[in-house]
């Protein structure tokens, strides 16, 4: 069983930083490739970050592309998303996302993924 519990969300100012955690209390956390999603109000769920479950491979969505960094730590069961020279369109609604998968490549729809946290608010005020 995965469940998922998204961290360090919060109030930043644009051109600031955050980091987001995302942990996982299950045993199998290394057979998941994982993601991050964000949701802002009245728009639809959107991919942000990916990895594989090795974390050999990543994948962005070209608006984060050069600031955003996504990376795990299997032997905490934890993947993170380093935010750095964030903007006012950056505010949302961030959700990490597992698929139980030990492929080589990254997925970016949210259908495609098992387990979802109950998010965490990241707003950027400009």
């Known amino acids: 069983q995965v469940q998922l519990v998204e961290s360090g969300g919060g109030l930043v100012q644009a051109g600031g930083s955050l980091r987001l955690s995302c942990a996982d209390s299950?045993?199998?956390?290394?057979?998941?490739?994982m993601g991050w999603f964000r949701q802002a109000p009245g728009k639809e769920r959107e991919f942000v970050a990916g990895?594989?479950?090795?974390?050999?491979?990543?994948y962005y969505t070209d608006s984060v592309k050069g600031r955003i960094t996504i990376s795990r730590n299997n032997s905490k069961n934890t993947v993170y998303l380093q935010m750095n020279s964030l903007k006012s369109e950056d505010t949302a609604v961030y959700y990490c996302?597992?698929?139980?998968?030990?492929?080589?490549?990254?997925?970016?729809?949210?259908?495609?993924?098992?387990?979802w946290g109950q998010g965490t608010q990241v707003t950027v005020s400009s």
């Open positions: 996302a597992a698929k139980y998968y030990r492929g080589n490549y990254v997925y970016t729809s949210p259908p495609e993924y098992d387990y």
């Open positions: 299950g045993r199998t956390f290394s057979s998941y490739a």
């Open positions: 990895i594989s479950w090795s974390g050999a491979i990543t």
